[in-house]
């Protein structure tokens, strides 16, 4: 296990300044998660830890060894990628050896390292089948037995599970995570996915436009965002967000309470909203859309604030149409300044 140090890190396509004077702490034995949206730069940013891309400027340290311009097989990581090149005329103990077959290792200790890791992702009973015969889920994981066979001090997972189906990867998710704590090795995982990020790591690095916008625990980031930029990423359905002047009020409604003063916006998460009757909350909608998801609901409305998005009780009866009135917990609401940033 090795911690990992990026210290300024930049990295430049021509004129395109895709990564920007970034420094990143990623602690030993962290399951860290590098979140944002498509092409903010954290798949670039993993393959610089890798040695797959050359950085512009700044340096990489994997526990105590600078790799800034080591080869990528001196580094002591191992990457999983979204494909899962898997090679179809070798069986799975000869995917998952492959490393160690090129390396020249007996036939005999390949073949034991290829069931130890077998045993620990739960294929071992499928050794002998070729990657046609496995289902998506068993071909990740294969993929992540071909790189943990190579006993690596840092794990890179580069959207390891956007090919599976949804059901297919909140198991696999909970493979990740135990596997993570089985062997407490270092990961740095990217992805587009908040709920993959939220479920998985202790720490999350949100991007956008190859700088960092916070670092912190899921629920660090979840009840205490930095920015508007990470309040809306992360959550899903995704925060609401309206317009507040300097005396508290929001375009056709009343005046919320406690709005420190600086506030141009004001963001409310769907779970802190209560749905009431007409005229008798802080602000009056229209549903336009109603999600029922068994458990719970999501009505989508427009008020005079923008379009809104409500968590109600499952047995709550609304349809398209209906006119009702929006509660604010005036204890959930969160500030922003016209620069985007957190106030308070």
Do not use: W
């Not at 702490?25 to 860290?32: I, Q």
């Not at 798949?43 to 080591?70: F, K, P, Q, Y």
């Not at 956007?162 to 992805?191: C, P, W």
């Amino acid at each position: 296990m090795a911690s990992v140090e990026l210290a300024s890190i930049s990295k430049s396509f021509g004129a395109v300044d895709v990564i920007r004077d970034l420094s990143l702490s990623v602690e030993d034995g962290s399951f860290c998660a590098l979140l944002g949206p498509s092409g903010c730069g954290k798949s670039t940013l993993l393959r610089m830890i890798a040695g797959l891309e050359r950085v512009s400027g700044g340096s990489v340290r994997i526990g105590s060894r600078d790799v800034t311009h080591a080869e990528p097989k001196s580094r002591g990581v191992a990457m999983v990628f979204q494909s899962y090149a898997l090679y179809p005329h070798l069986t799975v103990a000869q995917n998952i050896a492959f490393s160690l077959s090129l390396a020249g290792r007996p036939r005999a200790e390949q073949r034991a390292a290829a069931e130890r890791v077998a045993r620990l992702l739960q294929l071992d009973h499928l050794l002998d089948r070729r990657p046609a015969e496995l289902s998506g889920g068993q071909r990740q994981r294969v993929a992540i037995g071909r790189a943990l066979v190579r006993e690596p001090q840092v794990f890179l997972f580069d959207e390891p599970l956007s090919n599976l189906d949804a059901l297919l990867r909140v198991q696999m998710r909970i493979e990740l995570a135990k596997l993570h704590n089985e062997i407490g090795t270092t990961m740095i995982y990217v992805t587009h996915d908040q709920v993959e990020a939220m479920t998985l790591a202790d720490r999350i690095v949100v991007l956008d436009r190859g700088r960092i916008q916070q670092v912190g625990s899921p629920l660090e980031l979840y009840n205490h965002p930095a920015n508007r930029f990470v309040a809306g990423f992360i959550g899903s359905p995704g925060m609401n967000f309206v317009p507040v002047d300097s005396e508290g009020r929001i375009p056709g409604g009343g005046r919320l309470p406690a709005v420190p003063p600086g506030a141009t916006e004001l963001g409310i998460r769907p779970e802190h909203l209560r749905l009431t009757g007409p005229g008798e909350g802080h602000l009056d909608a229209r549903a336009t859309v109603v999600e029922h998801l068994g458990n719970t609901s999501f009505v989508y409305l427009d008020s005079a604030a923008g379009q809104m998005i409500v968590e109600a009780d499952a047995g709550y009866r609304i349809v398209p149409g209906d006119t009702v009135g929006l509660a604010f917990d005036p204890a959930r609401i969160h500030a922003f300044d016209d620069k985007g940033l957190a106030i308070g």
